[in-house]
């Protein structure tokens, strides 16, 4: 089954907040789980500076 999301970013988050998000709240095995953590993971699309970040460790 397909899910379609809004494309608009309205916030960013950097990568560790994103994994912090995830650890909590997501449980793999619960598709509802996954799918709530759509939010965070548009807000990390939204990091301009995710890759130099990253590269940057």
């Known amino acids: 089954m397909a899910y379609t999301l809004d494309g608009q970013v ?3 988050v ?3 907040d ?3 998000h995830v650890n ?4 793999p095995a619960d598709t509802d789980s996954v799918l709530s953590s759509a939010e ?3 807000a990390l ?3 301009p500076d995710l890759l130099v ?3 940057n460790r």
């Open 53 to 55: 970040d990253h590269l």
């Open 14 to 16: 950097d990568l560790n």
């Open 18 to 20: 994103y994994l912090d």
């Open 40 to 42: 965070a993971l548009r």
């Open 24 to 27: 909590a709240t997501v449980d």
């Open 45 to 47: 699309s939204g990091n």
């Open 10 to 12: 309205q916030s960013s």
